[in-house]
Nanobody, 125 residues
């Protein structure tokens, strides 16, 4: 099984910055890409940013120019630098990895994706 653990959430005032990190662990063969999604209260989960194994990035329009996704120094880690935060960025942020292949026992598993448990980001006016 693959586990994704997020860190770095918290509370900040409008205009502030936070840095989220996510580390994937397990007997991972490869991960094609990782990303961040978020779910605000009363809203559906939405894509924030993704990064592929070749470094190609995508961003939701509402975060372009403010958020930066990058691969971390350790293998299978990803960070999300969030600057100029706004109250509307308040949400639970989820790390996603996939498609991915990993070992479960001696069995190779091909999975569409894997999700972290989420980390709360709260931006006050």
């Amino acid at each position: 099984q693959v586990q994704l653990v997020e860190s770095g959430g918290g509370a900040v005032q409008s205009g502030g910055s936070l840095r989220l990190s996510c580390a994937a662990s397990g007997r991972i063969l490869f991960i094609n890409g990782m990303g961040w999604y978020r779910r605000a209260p009363g809203k559906q989960r939405e894509l924030v940013a993704t990064i592929s194994d070749d470094g190609t990035t995508t961003y939701a329009n509402i975060v372009k120019g403010r958020f930066t996704i990058s691969w971390g120094n350790a293998k299978h880690t990803v960070t999300l630098q969030m600057n100029s935060l706004k109250p509307e960025d308040t949400a639970v942020y989820y790390c996603n990895a996939g498609p991915l292949n990993y070992y479960e026992g001696d069995t190779p598993i091909a999975a569409r994706d894997s999700w972290g448990q989420g980390t709360q980001v709260t931006v006050s006016p």
